[in-house]
């Protein structure tokens, strides 16, 4: 399994960026999906989630009301529409894919098996 993350850039405070996240190498609907963050000098923290049905998201408090996970099994593609952009979204972003069912949003990132290269995003004021 190969995940391919794009999208990040540099975006003014207020701003919206999407991230895309496309997977290869395996059937693409036997994943769920989730986009982590890691600061620069921090751990690296879970951001969405979303099932592989795509009828369950989970989302850090950070980000609920802002961030919205999506996927299009068509595809292949995980989506992180991203708005109202803080300066303390600056991060690195990683996209991860787990066949576990995941049912909280207090995840860890063992339980994720295959990871992206990450993309950056920085949100300047």
């Known amino acids: 399994v190969q995940l391919q993350a794009s999208g990040g850039g540099l975006v003014q405070v207020g701003g919206s960026l999407r991230l895309s996240c496309a997977l290869s190498?395996?059937?693409?609907?036997?994943?769920?999906l989730a986009w982590f963050r890691q600061a620069p000098g921090k751990e690296r923290e879970f951001v969405a989630h979303?099932?592989?049905?795509?009828?369950?998201?989970y989302y850090a408090d950070s980000v609920k009301g802002r961030f919205t996970i999506s996927r299009d099994n068509a595809k292949n593609t995980v989506y992180l529409q991203m708005n109202s952009l803080k300066s303390e979204d600056t991060a690195v972003y990683y996209c991860?894919?787990?066949?576990?069912?995941?049912?909280?949003?207090?995840?860890?990132?063992?339980?994720?098996?295959?990871w992206g290269q990450g993309t950056e995003v920085t949100v300047s004021s």
């Open positions: 991860a894919a787990t066949r576990t069912v995941i049912a909280t949003a207090n995840v860890r990132t063992s339980w994720y098996n295959y």
């Open positions: 190498g395996s059937s693409f609907s036997n994943y769920a």
């Open positions: 979303i099932r592989w049905s795509a009828s369950t998201t």
